[in-house]
């Protein structure tokens, strides 16, 4: 243990593990994995926000593992940090997706911040400190469309309007990182090519805002059936001010090969597997209690073939997901010790593969969970369904049907997915 109790800017923090090594990250995984799952249903079935849990998290030091080495943390591979994700998935989907845009935005910082603002806010993540997502938004055309802005004012800093929804983590968030439109003065978006209307798709940078930043607000009122315990809510922004030193470009990080989005998805399909994982080791439990049916002759439920086979069929297509998760986040960690435009297109294919695996594995395995384990299941005070609930909801997090078109047309013709962060 490293005592982290004094962070950047002064913020007192718990004392706070700094994690070494890959297999450290995944033993302090299981081990956090094996105290959420313990009242993971009663949190769902109360909406009871984890505020504790969260402070276990941070002092786990879970939330450091991909600083790079350079700057104090494990630097843990992709593989590494999938794993975390699908473990801490199987015990609590809610509590597993609050970290996902805290690494996400991590990786922002190595590839775009600069050396000055990766120092501030890896010490912050390696301290415990949680940054969450500002990013969706209602308004728009499209889920892409940003209506926030941030305008440039005399003297080098910036204002911030805007309002965001779906914002994991925020409530509990040390750090709001705000995606917003980049303007001009007089409030007109700048583009890649310039000003203008015609001038290209409009620059967006990430703001790094401290929660309770003047002119900041979060308002609890996510509503979803499922991933309940997000601690998401609208996150309200009014002529924030914002320091030069807080804006990171976002933008560029598509001009080139990267793997931004392929990290980002490969942890939302960590997620859908821990959650289909999650779920079949509930209907084991519950097989082991259930009734065999009367026409079969089994002397117990576990025992009954054609239970038997719907349980083995679950089990290949659960270990189907996971081996091409494994394979997934794989890929990325051989493409990013050589980025090239093949490479980061063969790993976002891989991507784009586990996450389609994993989200059909998810939402069947929770929803045949109830025909394995028969009528019981279905009492609510067993709160089983929050696992067909997750899964429901999480998935629609981003379309697969956009994945299986991108893979079809690699398949075919060759054709390279785009570059962006839901590939």
């Given at each position: 243990m490293i005592d982290?109790?004094?962070?950047?800017?002064?913020?007192?923090?718990?004392?706070?593990?700094?994690?070494?090594?890959?297999?450290?990250?995944?033993?302090?995984?299981?081990?956090?994995?094996?105290?959420?799952?313990?009242?993971?249903?009663?949190?769902?079935?109360?909406?009871?926000?984890?505020?504790?849990?969260?402070?276990?998290?941070?002092?786990?030091?879970?939330?450091?593992?991909?600083?790079?080495?350079?700057?104090?943390?494990?630097?843990?591979?992709?593989?590494?940090?999938?794993?975390?994700?699908?473990t801490l998935a199987a015990a609590d989907a809610s509590l597993a997706q609050i970290p996902h845009s805290h690494v996400v935005f991590l990786q922002a910082l190595r590839l775009q911040g600069t050396e000055q603002q990766q120092r501030r806010y890896f010490d912050a993540a390696l301290a415990g400190q949680r940054f969450a997502n500002a990013q969706s938004e209602r308004g728009g055309r499209t889920a892409a469309d940003d209506a926030t802005t941030l305008r440039p004012r005399s003297g080098g800093d910036y204002v911030l309007h805007g309002e965001k929804f779906y914002s994991t983590g925020a409530l509990f968030a040390d750090w709001l990182v705000v995606r917003a439109v980049l303007t001009d003065p007089t409030g007109a978006p700048v583009t890649a090519a310039g000003h203008g209307p015609t001038a290209g798709p409009a620059v967006k940078v990430l703001a790094?805002?401290?929660?309770?930043?003047?002119?900041?607000?979060?308002?609890?009122?996510?509503?979803?059936?499922?991933?309940?315990?997000?601690?998401?809510?609208?996150?309200?922004?009014?002529?924030?001010?914002?320091?030069?030193?807080?804006?990171?470009?976002?933008?560029?990080?598509?001009?080139?090969?990267?793997?931004?989005?392929?990290?980002?998805?490969?942890?939302?399909?960590?997620?859908?597997?821990?959650?289909?994982?999650?779920?079949?080791?509930?209907?084991?439990?519950?097989?082991?209690?259930?009734?065999?049916?009367?026409?079969?002759?089994?002397?117990?439920?576990?025992?009954?073939?054609?239970?038997?086979?719907?349980?083995?069929?679950?089990?290949?297509?659960?270990?189907?997901?996971?081996?091409?998760?494994r394979e997934a986040a794989a890929a990325i960690d051989a493409t990013e010790a050589a980025l090239t435009d093949d490479s980061t297109a063969r790993?976002?294919?891989?991507?784009?593969?586990?996450?389609?695996?994993?989200?059909?594995?998810?939402?069947?395995?929770?929803?045949?969970?109830?025909?394995?384990?028969?009528?019981?299941?279905?009492?609510?005070?067993?709160?089983?369904?929050?696992?067909?609930?997750?899964?429901?909801?999480?998935?629609?997090h981003d379309p697969v049907r956009w994945k299986i078109q991108h893979v079809g047309r690699w398949l075919l013709d060759g054709t390279p997915p785009p570059r962006h962060g839901q590939l």
């Open positions: 982290c109790a004094v962070a950047e800017g002064g913020w007192p923090v718990s004392t706070t593990r700094v994690i070494r090594t890959d297999e450290e990250a995944v033993e302090v995984a299981r081990k956090l994995a094996t105290s959420f799952a313990e009242h993971a249903a009663d949190r769902d079935r109360e909406r009871r926000l984890p505020e504790a849990e969260l402070a276990e998290l941070s002092a786990s030091g879970l939330l450091g593992i991909t600083v790079p080495a350079a700057f104090g943390g494990a630097d843990v591979s992709v593989t590494t940090l999938t794993e975390v994700f699908r790094y805002l401290r929660r309770d930043t003047p002119g900041v607000s979060v308002r609890d009122d996510w509503d979803g059936m499922g991933q309940r315990t997000t601690a998401s809510g609208t996150v309200l922004l009014k002529e924030v001010l914002v320091d030069e030193a807080q804006v990171v470009p976002y933008s560029p990080i598509f001009t080139r090969p990267t793997t931004y989005g392929a990290r980002a998805q490969v942890l939302h399909a960590a997620l859908d597997a821990g959650i289909a994982r999650g779920a079949l080791d509930a209907a084991v439990v519950q097989v082991a209690r259930a009734r065999p049916w009367f026409e079969s002759g089994a002397d117990r439920a576990g025992a009954e073939p054609l239970l038997v086979q719907q349980a083995g069929e679950l089990e290949i297509l659960v270990r189907g997901a996971e081996a091409l998760l790993a976002s294919i891989a991507t784009a593969i586990a996450k389609v695996a994993s989200a059909r594995g998810s939402v069947e395995v929770a929803s045949a969970l109830f025909e394995l384990g028969g009528t019981r299941t279905a009492a609510d005070s067993l709160n089983l369904s929050r696992y067909w609930r997750d899964a429901r909801t999480h998935t629609l």
